[in-house]
């Protein structure tokens, strides 16, 4: 990079103040409450109707057609609140899903133990103690699959296989 701007003459640089002050923050907008038809909408999803279906429910749709029914369905479905609603619920549902899931492991897990402890048949017992190895903390059975990928070419490749199938072949 040169110094001089063709002329001859280095270039003028200025500083510029910044003011001193750091930008200011962009205030958070408070979130507003969603109006009644809007929660009856929000409901009839959670409920499982389609986003139409759920406007219908929650809007007097009388003077409307399937078409403006779908596009003003599709508009409240992708406002910010409502989405945010529908995202939290969803988010809700998968927590339940995943502590529900964690308390049924859980249960089963005693219960094995129990039985394997406990149970009077030796046949109870090794197959309760079987299923515990074979839980995903303990992975005791689990199978394990090694892959070696080797590059090589194919003449490299042809060479091998010919020699374990004559060592084969020698050992029949």
């Known amino acids: 990079m040169a110094d001089d701007n063709g002329d001859g003459e280095r270039p003028v640089l200025t500083v510029i103040e910044g003011g001193g002050e750091p930008p200011k923050k962009r205030k958070r907008r408070k979130r507003r409450a969603l109006t009644a038809k809007q929660e009856g909408f929000v409901r009839g999803l959670i409920k499982g109707l389609s986003q139409a279906d759920a406007y219908r429910a929650a809007y007097d749709t009388a003077n409307m057609g399937s078409h403006a029914i779908h596009c003003e369905a599709s508009l409240l479905a992708s406002h910010p609140e409502v989405a945010a609603r529908l995202l939290a619920h969803q988010t809700s549902v998968e927590r339940s899903e995943l502590s529900h899931a964690a308390t049924r492991r859980r249960w089963i897990v005693e219960r094995l133990t129990h039985e394997a402890t406990n149970s009077t048949s030796d046949a109870a017992r090794v197959r309760a103690l079987e299923l515990l190895g074979k839980d995903s903390a303990v992975k ?11 590059d090589a070419s194919p003449d490299d490749v042809r060479r091998e296989l010919e020699a374990r199938l004559t060592a084969l072949l020698a050992d029949g």
């Open 140 to 150: 005791m059975w689990s199978e394990v699959v090694e892959e070696h990928i080797v």
